[in-house]
């Protein structure tokens, strides 16, 4: 698809849902009364591991508010991250599908000359057709050449970082106010509180109209930074000090929607893009009792904490063991906001509200979950199950050999049982086999039939202060 086809497409498509979602809600125009959808917030960590809250089994860091958050909604324990790593697991948060379908499936550097497809409809380009003021508060990775920024994608406010904080060559890392270039290169020990003002004055700002709060934090990627005030302050040294800041963060903003009268109108979601770096060490956090981190397409890599917030609409202190995943939550969102999803391509996501809202014996909407290193399908999930598809070792000559875990009994992937449940393998292959043809897999020189483009530029420097 060419780029202005790509353009027209979108254009089409925001247009007839701009109507038909007004027209669905029995809604004359875009004007919100009592039929004002829901506000919504996402809080989204960067290479959080699964052990690192409180609420999730830290004996070392201390995070009372997320701890209070999933105390006054719902904890998921099996929710999923599509990526263990920053860009894929960002568009498939922003698109509702996995990264390799969307072309985004690696890691872009500032030496990246693709981004975001202009055909894609970010999570942020649904809710505006329902009349939302939204803003990207944090780290962005989708690209960082015009083009691919925030506000070319549905964001009418863009304030952070265009990519990761350790990415300080050729040039130093810049902070964006828009499309410019405000500060390079950037103070990162003051970063995650002006983040927490800035969404503070956006959600102060937009409290009259349903608004949309995307905050990517750019912490606790390396390098670490925190201010002097929450230096110290951790049983974890630095990177703890660095959680426990974002703790505060959540706290703050939590604070304001209780001040704004905010709380019943408005549903927080808090997560992580990937699972903890582990060779960082001290500087990297914990996925137990999951196995590996980042990088890896072992449970720690992409199982991450999922906690949902909305007084009066979540039953306080559930915990839900059913699968779900990043990818569902622009389906989820566009339901309650009464926007129409894209109907003309595939949306991997599903509605988990009956999930979220505690409908009893309510299961998630995955028959099969995947899980993507790049261009290679190296896992699928279903239920229970969990198999791990023979797979090379990047950069060496080792091959993972195909394994069958039972995830409700060997959470750590410990113990292979395929040789006891062929049957289970056999089924587990099925689903390989229909991804494989759907959206590829490098492993097999599959591409699959239903992988769409990523957009792309001519190649540039990468910014440098003006």
């Known amino acids: 698809m060419s780029k202005q086809d790509a353009q027209i497409t979108r254009r089409r498509f925001l247009q007839t849902s701009l109507v038909g979602s007004a027209a669905l809600m029995g809604l004359p125009s875009l004007s919100f009364g009592e039929d004002r959808p829901p506000n919504f917030i996402i809080i989204y960590a960067d290479d959080l591991g699964y052990n690192d809250l409180s609420c999730y089994g830290s004996e070392l860091i201390k995070t009372p508010r997320l701890d209070r958050m999933a105390a006054e909604g719902v904890r998921f324990t099996d929710f999923y991250s599509a990526a263990a790593v920053c860009t894929p697991s960002r568009a498939a948060l922003m698109t509702g599908c996995y990264p390799p379908r969307v072309n985004m499936p690696k890691v872009l550097s500032p030496r990246s000359n693709t981004g975001i497809s202009d055909y894609e409809i970010t999570l942020a380009q649904l809710l505006k057709t329902r009349g939302y003021a939204t803003a990207c508060i944090g780290k962005w990775h989708l690209g960082w050449q015009k083009p691919f920024l925030p506000t070319r994608h549905g964001f009418d406010y863009y304030y952070g970082l265009p990519y990761s904080n350790d990415m300080s060559r050729p040039k130093p890392v810049p902070l964006i106010r828009n499309e410019q270039i405000i500060e390079q290169p950037v103070v990162q020990e003051t970063l995650t509180e002006r983040y927490t003002q800035q969404a503070i004055d956006f959600i102060t700002k937009n409290r009259s109209r349903p608004f949309f709060l995307y905050l990517p934090h750019t912490m606790p990627h390396v390098p670490l930074s925190v201010s002097p005030r929450f230096a110290g302050k951790s049983k974890r040294g630095l990177y703890g000090d660095v959680v426990e800041c974002i703790d505060w963060s959540t706290g703050e903003i939590l604070d304001t929607l209780a001040r704004l009268g905010l709380d019943s109108s408005t549903l927080v979601v808090f997560s992580s893009d990937n699972g903890p770096w582990l060779p960082q060490k001290e500087h990297g956090g914990s996925a137990l009792p999951l196995r590996a981190g980042k990088n890896t397409t072992w449970e720690g890599g992409m199982r991450e904490p999922g906690i949902f917030r909305w007084p009066g609409r979540i039953p306080a202190g559930r915990v839900c063991r ?145």
């Open 322 to 466: 059913e699968v779900a995943a990043t990818i569902d939550i622009l389906p989820t969102f566009g339901a309650l906001a009464g926007a129409k999803v894209p109907a003309d391509r595939i949306i991997d996501g599903r509605d988990i509200w009956p999930l979220i809202s505690g409908v009893k014996g309510a299961q998630s909407p995955h028959e099969a979950f995947f899980y993507y290193r790049d261009y290679e399908l190296q896992a699928v999930r279903s239920g229970k199950w969990k198999l791990v598809v023979e797979h090379n070792v990047p950069r060496t000559t080792e091959k993972v050999p195909q394994q069958l875990f039972d995830l409700e009994t060997d959470i750590g992937e410990t113990t292979d049982v395929a040789d006891k449940y062929p049957s289970v393998v056999k089924r587990m292959m099925a689903y390989v086999e229909r991804m494989r043809e759907d959206i590829g897999d490098q492993a097999t020189g599959t591409k699959g039939r239903n992988r769409r483009p990523c957009g792309e530029v001519a190649p540039v420097e990468a910014p440098k202060a003006r």
